[in-house]
Antibody, heavy 122, light 106 residues
């Protein structure tokens, strides 16, 4: 079964850091790009960023709202994608989803994790 | 930055057809994808590249595009179809989501 299992959410103070993990199974993780999408309470989906496969040198792209603070990385041996979040702000409070990205012709997300809740508050 | 416009809500009678629109400048030149999200759950891909249905998605779900508007259609709407529906495109190396439309089945 193709699935993504997320971990690492929690409560963190403004200015601190947190790392989310997304462990894949059921498919060849290294062949796919992986994306992170977040959803603030009561709001819509917001793309955070993604990392491409090794075939594309693991290139990353980020939304303007997180660029310079968040870093996406991957460990293809362990089949894990990471979202490192630094200098967290209260407006980063959201449920964070990891997803598998299909990149043929266009980019879209065909498998999603269940989400990890991040609360940034003092 | 590229923007996608969706109506806030759509209501449909049980068993009737629901239509969700997604507008954007020059959307005709982009592939549009649609996601369903039920309360408290992760999004699920229901249509990719304008009109393709992933395996496991009922054939009641279909997609189309004309001019600057893409449309998701749910035929014979069921109570279990209630939720939020988001369109998404790939633009300038970013993934862009519409604001989402809430479906209510009456």
């Amino acid at each position: 079964e193709v699935q993504l299992v997320q971990s690492g959410g929690g409560l963190v103070q403004p200015g601190r850091s947190l790392r989310l993990s997304c462990t894949a199974s059921g498919f060849t993780f290294g062949d796919y790009a992986m994306s992170w999408v977040r959803q603030a309470p009561g709001k819509g989906l917001e793309w955070v960023g993604f990392i491409r496969s090794k075939d594309y040198d693991g290139a990353t792209q980020y939304a303007a709202s997180v660029k310079g603070r968040f870093t996406i990385s991957r460990d293809d041996f362990k089949s894990i994608a990471y979202l490192q979040m630094n200098s967290l702000k209260t407006e980063d409070t959201a449920v964070y989803y990891c997803s598998r990205v299909r990149t043929r012709v266009s980019f879209y997300m065909d498998v999603w994790g269940k989400g990890a809740t991040v609360t940034v508050s003092s | 930055s590229f923007e996608l416009t969706q109506p806030l809500s759509v209501s449909v009678a049980l068993g009737q057809t629901a239509r969700f629109t997604c507008g954007g400048s020059n959307i005709g030149s982009k592939n549009v994808h649609w996601y369903q999200q039920k309360p408290g759950q992760a999004p699920v891909l229901v249509i990719y590249r304008d009109y393709n249905r992933p395996s496991g998605i009922p054939d009641r779900f279909s997609g189309s595009k004309s001019g600057n508007t893409a449309t998701l259609i749910i035929s014979r709407a069921q109570v279990e179809d209630e939720g939020d529906y988001y369109c998404q495109v790939w633009d300038s190396f970013t993934e862009v989501f519409g604001g989402g439309t809430k479906l209510t089945v009456l």
